[in-house]
């Protein structure tokens, strides 16, 4: 579950010799990327997602859209070569296999009380509450944000998040955890507070689907 949970989160770019801003432009700019996504209702993207799984010495590639309302409702569409798709309202998170016919329902808090980067694109959470900044790394069109977690027991190593140097808006991100693994997203096609349907975030079980239902019994 947590592969498909970090596909929230975000992506990266680490250049180490590129020059480091002083630390009070660094939270100066953390403030201005965290006030530019708080002023985003909705925000519909494409992405192009690469997830390097260390194990199997491999890089995995899947594109799709994703589509977000706040507060914490997301709906990602992972096309092929493995079909996903991926709900979340303020109550439950769906994810749905249709190339295996099943769905797995859950409680969405389990998501966002260990996955800083989904309570951050959800609208439910602050970058700098959980990270410290380790660097700003500025380019000619993008500000690279470096993140370091502020727990040990964090399964996460660090995060990078990218966001356009003109107006703040997040462009995509990058995560590493401690087994050597990393994801990283881009975002193209970015269309923010544009009317989206409250349908969009309601899962409706196809006919035949078998359900995992791990949610509390009312």
Same mark, same amino acid.
């Given at each position: 579950?947590? @592969?498909?949970?970090?596909?929230?989160?975000?992506?990266?770019?680490?250049?180490? +010799?590129?020059?480091?801003?002083?630390?009070? +432009?660094?939270?100066?700019?953390?403030?201005?990327?965290?006030? /530019?996504?708080?002023?985003? &209702?909705?925000?519909?993207?494409?992405?192009?997602?690469?997830?390097?799984?260390?194990?199997? !010495? @491999?890089?995995?590639?899947?594109?799709?859209? %994703?589509?977000?309302? &706040? $507060?914490?409702?997301?709906?990602?569409?992972?096309?092929? $070569? =493995? $079909?996903?798709?991926?709900?979340?309202?303020?109550? /439950?998170?769906?994810? *749905?296999?249709?190339?295996?016919?099943?769905?797995?329902?859950?409680? %969405?808090?389990?998501?966002? /009380?260990?996955?800083? $980067?989904?309570?951050?694109?959800?609208?439910?959470?602050?970058?700098?509450?959980?990270? !410290?900044?380790?660097? %700003?790394?500025?380019?000619?069109?993008?500000?690279?944000?470096?993140?370091?977690? #502020?727990?040990?027991?964090?399964?996460?190593?660090?995060?990078?998040? @990218?966001?356009?140097?003109? !107006?703040?808006?997040?462009?995509?991100?990058?995560? *590493?955890?401690?087994?050597?693994? @990393?994801?990283?997203?881009?975002? #193209? =096609?970015?269309?923010?507070?544009?009317?989206?349907?409250? +349908?969009?975030? =309601?899962?409706?079980?196809?006919?035949? %689907?078998?359900?995992? =239902?791990?949610?509390? !019994?009312?």
């Amino acid at each position: 579950m947590k @592969r498909h949970i970090k596909l929230l989160a975000c992506l990266f770019l680490l250049s180490w +010799s590129t020059p480091v801003w002083a630390i009070s +432009s660094e939270q100066a700019t953390v403030n201005a990327i965290q006030k /530019s996504y708080e002023s985003v &209702k909705t925000f519909k993207a494409t992405f192009e997602q690469k997830a390097f799984v260390k194990m199997m !010495n @491999r890089v995995e590639v899947t594109k799709g859209e %994703v589509q977000i309302k &706040k $507060p914490g409702k997301m709906k990602w569409v992972y096309n092929a $070569p =493995d $079909p996903q798709v991926l709900i979340s309202n303020q109550k /439950s998170l769906w994810l *749905y296999l249709p190339e295996e016919g099943q769905a797995t329902r859950m409680p %969405v808090e389990n998501i966002y /009380s260990s996955n800083t $980067p989904a309570l951050f694109l959800a609208g439910r959470g602050k970058l700098t509450d959980t990270f !410290n900044i380790a660097q %700003v790394i500025p380019e000619e069109n993008e500000i690279t944000v470096i993140f370091i977690p #502020r727990e040990e027991n964090s399964n996460l190593s660090r995060m990078a998040l @990218r966001a356009d140097k003109k !107006n703040y808006q997040i462009t995509g991100a990058t995560v *590493y955890d401690k087994l050597g693994n @990393r994801t990283d997203i881009s975002f #193209r =096609d970015i269309h923010v507070n544009e009317e989206i349907a409250e +349908s969009t975030f =309601d899962f409706q079980v196809p006919a035949g %689907v078998e359900i995992q =239902d791990f949610t509390p !019994n009312p």
